[in-house]
């Protein structure tokens, strides 16, 4: 069954740092990007941080220079490491992988981490 878990979320002090951690299962293969998005209440769901089978990688502009997105492929596990936290940072974080398939691109999403950042 294509899953992923993810884990890392919490409470966290501004200036704060935490790392999300994202795992594929073994039915999920032939991956295009593995990234994080994520939706705070009352908001649309936005983008954070892509990284490519190719190892580019694309940030958000309100994340830049703060957070750092990686991947390991043995583990099939994508990671974010999110530095200098913000109060506006808070949000559930959810992790998304595109498989690539026949005409395009499979997606799918996990369950989301909440992520708070107050003092």
């Known amino acids: 069954q294509a899953q992923l878990v993810e884990s890392g979320g919490g409470l966290v002090q501004p200036g704060g740092s935490l790392r999300l951690s994202c795992a594929a299962s073994?039915?999920?293969?032939?991956?295009?990007?593995m990234g994080w998005y994520r939706q705070a209440p009352g908001k649309q769901r936005e983008l954070v941080a892509v990284?490519?089978?190719?190892?580019?990688?694309n940030y958000a502009d309100a994340v830049k220079d703060r957070f750092a997105i990686s991947r390991d492929n043995a583990k099939n596990t994508v990671y974010l490491q999110m530095n200098s936290l913000k109060a506006e940072d808070t949000a559930v974080y959810y992790c998304?992988?595109?498989?690539?398939?026949?005409?395009?691109?499979?997606?799918?999403w996990g369950q989301g981490t909440l992520v708070t950042v107050s003092s």
């Open positions: 998304n992988v595109e498989q690539r398939a026949s005409g395009g691109y499979l997606e799918v």
């Open positions: 990284i490519y089978s190719g190892g580019s990688t």
């Open positions: 073994s039915a999920i293969f032939n991956i295009h990007a």
